[in-house]
């Protein structure tokens, strides 16, 4: 389990996350929304290690990550970073190897183990006809599958994505959300991910926490967070919300938009 209890986070003087507290539970996927500015991907960067917090705990099972070494927090959790074109000549297959570095004995050999989990993600996020091929040779969607499968290779319990869907078309971000919904639930994998498409998260998140100016407004279902006053008033733009037939996803759409008709 991740468990935040009162984070606050500042760059300077100036205080982005003010006493945020929130739970995420194994097989769970929590997702972040709020508007540009927010503290989603802040958050998910204090959690990982990768700037310092000013006040408040973060704990793994009941272990406070802030006493834990690198290589340590390393296999507690890993980070898929935002969608992004990937250089240099490396192969997919060393790409994802990579990700075993907290793993790898005091000369950086790779063990049999490291092999084997190499395979069995590419096999999982259905990359291993791209294994010997160099990273820029792929599209923008299978580097950031790429980038997924660095992150599961290291085989942590909790998997934390900022915005990871960015830039990435409608089957992309969909193949994408589909591979991390199923590996949660197989492999009982704490997420946390940051989110612009509401209505993506309303299909694919099992909980929803709304930041805005760096504060928890609201946390819960999608059916519970994602709602016309909630979303009006944090993105200062008017909405309407109607459920899904079938899931009862709530979806969103501009304001009068579903009062329009032809003829």
Do not use: C
Not at 157 to 184: C, F, G, W
């Amino acid at each position: 389990m991740l468990k935040i209890e009162s984070l606050t986070v500042a760059y300077g003087s100036k205080t982005v996350l003010h006493n945020i507290s929130f739970d995420v539970q194994p097989g769970e996927i929590v997702a972040l929304i709020g508007p540009n500015g927010a503290g989603k991907s802040t958050l998910i960067r204090a959690i990982s290690g990768v700037i310092p917090i000013k006040s408040g705990d973060i704990f793994s099972n009941g272990e406070n990550l802030a006493n834990l070494t690198t290589q340590e927090r390393a296999k507690i959790l890993s980070v898929v970073p935002q969608a992004r074109q990937l250089g240099g000549a490396f192969s997919v297959e060393q790409a994802v190897m990579m990700g075993r570095t907290p793993y790898l004995n005091w000369l950086g050999k790779e063990s049999d183990a490291d092999k084997a989990a190499v395979k069995l993600v590419l096999q999982q996020t259905s990359l291993e006809k791209f294994a010997e091929r160099p990273i820029a040779q792929l599209s923008g969607g299978e580097q950031q599958r790429v980038l997924l499968a660095r992150a599961l290779a290291q085989s942590t319990p909790i998997l934390l994505l900022d915005e990871p869907t960015n830039h990435l078309d409608l089957q992309h971000q969909t193949n994408l959300l589909s591979i991390v919904k199923r590996l949660a639930k197989e492999k009982n994998l704490t997420v946390l991910v940051a989110m612009h498409d509401l209505n993506l998260v309303s299909f694919f998140a099992d909980k929803v926490a709304l930041l805005a100016d760096g504060n928890m407004q609201s946390i819960g279902t999608p059916q519970e967070v994602i709602r016309a006053e909630h979303i009006s008033a944090v993105y200062q733009t008017p909405v309407e919300i109607i459920n899904h037939p079938l899931t009862g996803a709530p979806i969103i759409f501009p304001q009068g938009v579903l009062g329009k008709g032809e003829g």
